[in-house]
């Protein structure tokens, strides 16, 4: 009785600091039942007119639970999904990059704010450029 208690009592915790909507309660080893791919992933937030770095903790409807990177828990809050940016790319991945319909290889070597910074192959740092994410693709 007590393993089932202490269980409980786990879990209940685990439900104060996430979502209760994410966790099942049950005498068993509890296991989250959000299956939500985004859980976990860092994005940028929209705050008074600036972008600031987040961590998405759950989700719900078209809701996103965010934690915001540096910042205490009070700050934790519910936000739309367009508040939201997700980047698809990140420092060092090698890309492609479009410059007047031709496809370039690239590698990203700073994100901000949904834009990158590349370095051409085999090019100087002279044509390095910001490029926002429609001009740029996976390696392929």
């Excluded at 934790?76 to 496809?103: A, H, K, L, M, P």
């Excluded at 044509?127 to 994410?133: A, C, H, I, L, P």
Aim: aromatic residues 16%; hydrophobic residues 30%; contains cysteine.
């Amino acid at each position: 009785m007590k393993t089932v208690v202490l269980i409980v009592l786990l879990t209940t915790s685990s439900c104060f600091f996430q979502s209760c909507t994410s966790w099942r309660v049950s005498a068993e080893t509890p296991t989250p039942t959000n299956q939500n791919t985004n859980i976990g992933r860092r994005v940028k937030v929209l705050w008074g007119g600036s972008w600031y770095d987040a961590t998405i903790l759950d989700s719900r409807n078209s809701e996103y639970y965010i934690h915001y990177e540096g910042w205490s828990n009070s700050h934790n809050e519910w936000v739309t999904t367009d508040r939201v940016q997700f980047s698809s790319y990140y420092i060092g991945q090698w890309v492609e990059v479009e410059q007047r319909g031709i496809w370039y290889a690239a590698h990203i070597i700073q994100v901000n704010n949904n834009q990158y910074d590349i370095k051409y192959d085999g090019w100087s740092d002279s044509y390095n450029e910001w490029v926002t994410s429609d001009r740029v693709r996976p390696k392929q």
